[in-house]
């Protein structure tokens, strides 16, 4: 047993030292925080204003669309104002923020924040508002809105396609889209009576001119805000209360989710019990992640140290039994740290954003310290690395060359793609016949159940794959170790498969 220990700990001091080892370590929790972080600072920072301009020949939605724009960015700078109270305002002092037509009828912004004084910290910073995400511009000179639409567009060309620049308070900035509303737009409407086709020769109602197809957001707002607009002159054309309908459209019976394995009292579904649902599929990618990557380095390490020959001078100390134990725990210790360096991240991350987007990451923190998780994701992470190394150091042993080593992680590669394949679709149907298939099947059996582990899967699954999996591990090992004692010194073409099944009777 010394022996077993010394040479984990050469190989976990060994692996340690590596930059591979510190790189694995620092880029999953930086990915982690980078993927909560930086969609926050490119909406804040990184997203230019985008510039549009507006000709509206009918002169009856212009001022519809610009409504419907004003209320998005105001809706926006409520959201910015209530973190910021949450995070510099005193909780001795606190008061419900207004809805969002309250907030824009009471003046907005500047008038809130004077009521704010008494419930800020000395210390808060001033409050920044957003930026807009659409600023209209006027048309270049030299055009009028009431040119056809031929020449507007002409003339718009080269701003749209970024050849040139069109001014704005004196600055001037690229043109992200030109919208165009002509004079007879009400002739144009759709009416369901009439579904006939158009003649293809027609004109094409409102022209939404942009080069950025990715970015549908402006276009959707005005497509909104005129359809809007216009049924509500629909209702009022056929004698219809329009304030009246948009109250019956208001008008729903309401639906309550509720879980009967909750206690009485407690059934109704929350945020916390879906992401609770589904936060094992993070946990599968983890695990598979983790034990892939380890193994892939176990791999690497033990055909690199036999085609180097280090493995026979180590063997002239230590048997071969006591090498293959003392690398599988060295090696999974190295992945423990990783791991365990991960875990530790999310959790910092989670508690540190807690304050800023508590409705997003309190759930995240409260699921993972009342739920078992984590000590789950523990065990079956413990049996996976174990079982897939027997199987990695038992291949490892008897090729002599990376190339040939990949041959066969090719083939374990595929096996290990089914848990990620049928990650989305498990929770769904966590009791169902291809989930309970799957738990069954050794090689799956720490990621299926991982992801069943939320649903309170049949106690029979549970402590059955529990103890088929222990089986399987130690069988694992001991064939392992079989292969391993005769693989190891063996050169030239790898064995058949027939010839290695034939060393496990010796």
Known sequence: MKYIWLVAWREYAENAKTKGFWLGMLLV???????????????????????????????????????????????????????????????????????????????????????????LKPDAPPFKPPRRDFQSAPLPAGLSKDANFATLVEKLRPYLRGEAKIEVNGQRVPLSAAILIPRDIEKQIVR??????????????????????????????????????????????????????????????????????????????KSVDVIKQWMPSAFVYLLWVSIFAIVQMLLTNIVEEKSNRIIEVLLSSVTPGELMMGKLVGIGAVGLTMVGSWILALFAILIWKSGEAASVTGPLLAVLQSSPLIPMFSVYFLFGFVMYAALILALGSVCNTLKEAQSYMGVITMLMMVPLMTMTFIPKDPNGVLARVLSWIPIYTPFIMMNRVMADPPWFDLVGTAVLLLVTTAGALWMAAKVFRVGILRTGQPPRILEMLRWLRR
């Open 29 to 119: 929790p930086a990915i982690i925080f980078f993927s909560a972080q930086v969609p926050i600072w490119l909406q804040k920072k990184g997203t230019p204003v985008r510039h549009y301009v507006l000709v509206d020949q009918s002169d009856t939605l212009a001022a519809v669309v610009e409504a419907r724009l004003e209320r998005a960015h105001q809706k926006r700078v409520l959201g910015e104002l209530t973190d910021y109270v949450r995070k510099h305002g005193t909780a001795t002092n606190a008061a419900p923020m207004p809805s969002l037509d309250q907030f824009m009828s009471q003046g907005g912004a500047t008038n809130y924040l004077e009521k704010l004084q008494s419930r």
């Open 192 to 269: 369901p009576p009439d579904k006939s086709p158009r003649p293809t020769n027609s004109a094409a109602g409102i022209e939404y001119w942009s080069g950025n197809l990715a970015d549908n957001q402006l276009r959707d707002e005005v497509e909104q805000s005129v359809n809007m607009e216009i049924r509500r002159r629909e209702y009022l054309s056929r004698g219809l209360d329009a304030a009246a309908i948009r109250e019956v459209e208001q008008t729903y019976a309401p639906f309550a989710s509720l879980n009967p394995k909750k206690e009485a009292g407690q059934e109704a579904v």
